[in-house]
């Protein structure tokens, strides 16, 4: 059985070197999800310990908690006299069809809505279910995608390995990099403390692997500004992904707008971005574009379904892939369930985020060293396929949370008081801090502290 952690090390072209995952026990799963989220943080936790060694010469060490790391792969903020708003649309999630199972993806006011122009206005999921039920799953799937909605038909490993789509992502590596031949040597700014500080960070990511491969980085000093579109919300998520990170909003349709983005991208040392594989050519933003404006950029991206095959430009999230690649139709065998039956976490979503943070230090190592800037492309369906070929997952229960897993800084937050949980990641045996600022949310102007 391939070993999650040497897979990924040997993707981002980290050393072998074993990492230590401390106390016991595993969420429940058809799958390792608890091995997959020890192990992409401590390629994360690698990669830092990498920058500090090639920097400052000294090679800290770097070790993972199984309970916190499994914690952390759902929510770590812990509200107090409050409640984070509900996490799914009031239609979204599982529906039976006259053939099997599908999933539609409603959180955005904008995907409800064509979810409703293909079936009709529905108030709640009782009339939602009674429609889906007349269709068939493969040909409801299609009509919503071309309505331009988000929803996918539960598939088992074994067909989408015969899916045109599953084949061209088993071509894909888990981290493919590009690296560019312009740029110049800059100067290390960050210390042991903040390896990052200094840095800065252009965040185009929503729900949920780009915000927290950007909190991540504001965690080790970076500076994050987030930029989202006018009228985006995501409320169940805020207080968990925009930790220590200044966000503002930008409509790149508006030509006052690009010329705040083009110069903000000129200024900045990493862009993450979460669009669709076509979205920033389309907004005159591609590939070739970002270089000319910042030729020593690092330049890291994700999306859904990966960036080859006919659905590389499909909308997708954490819970599609999960019902594209299998995921959903093993847990159902797993569990002998008569529904669905996804991970107990977004684990896909969570893991890809700290693989993108890696991704980034992995390439900003390379920038102080030669001057050379670079990309890497991920996506939520290779790294399913990652666990996927991991192999079973166990039955076994972590440990109850308790009050020595919390932070005892009281963290202010624009919704209420709340603590957060202690960092799953040590590196040189002391926790990262992640007692950042809170998320500075509003109508802020979009530029750098």
Partial sequence: ??????????????????????????????????????????????????????????????????????????????????????????????????????????????????????????????????????????????????????????????????????????????????????????????????????????????????????????????????????????PGVVPEVTLGKRCARLDLHVPADRAVFENLLKDADILLHGYRADALEHLGFGAERRRQLAPALIDVCLNAYGWSGPWQNRR???????????????????????????LPVQALDHATGYLLAASAMRLLTERLKTGRGGAARLSLARTAKLLIEHGPGTSEALRAEDAQDQNSVLEQTPWGPAHRLLAPLKISGAPLQWALPASELGAHRPQWF
């Fill in 316 to 342: 997708g999230f954490d819970s599609l892939v999960q019902m594209s690649s299998g995921i959903a139709e093993a847990g159902q065998r797993w569990k002998t369930a008569d529904k669905p039956t996804p």
């Fill in 1 to 234: 059985m391939t070993d999650l952690l040497t897979s990924i090390q040997a993707a981002l072209g980290l050393p072998h070197t074993p990492i230590p995952f401390t106390a016991q026990g595993a969420l429940p799963s058809a799958f390792a999800v608890t091995d997959l989220a020890c192990a992409s943080i401590a390629a994360a936790g690698q990669a830092v310990s990498e920058l500090l060694q090639q920097q400052t010469g000294h090679l800290p060490a770097v070790e993972v908690d199984r309970r916190l790391a499994s914690f952390w792969f759902a929510t770590s903020l812990r509200p107090m006299g409050w409640e984070v708003p509900p996490l799914w649309d009031a239609v979204a999630g599982d529906y039976a069809t006259r053939d099997g199972w599908i999933r539609l993806h409603t959180n955005a006011p904008h995907h409800r809505a064509a979810a409703e122009r293909v079936l009709g206005a529905c108030a709640d999921r009782a009339a939602m279910a009674a429609k889906v039920a007349q269709w068939t799953s493969a040909d409801l799937e299609q009509a919503l995608v071309e309505a331009k909605g988000c929803a996918a038909e539960m598939r088992s490993w074994a067909q989408w390995q015969q899916h045109p789509q599953g084949m061209a992502v088993n071509a894909e590596p888990l981290v493919h990099v590009i690296h560019s031949q312009a740029g110049n040597v800059s100067v290390w700014q960050g210390s042991a403390a903040q390896p990052l500080a200094g840095l800065k960070v252009l965040d185009l990511t929503r729900v949920l692997a780009g915000p927290t491969a950007s909190r991540f980085l504001a965690g080790l000093g970076a500076n994050v500004l987030r930029i989202d579109p006018p009228g985006w919300t995501e």
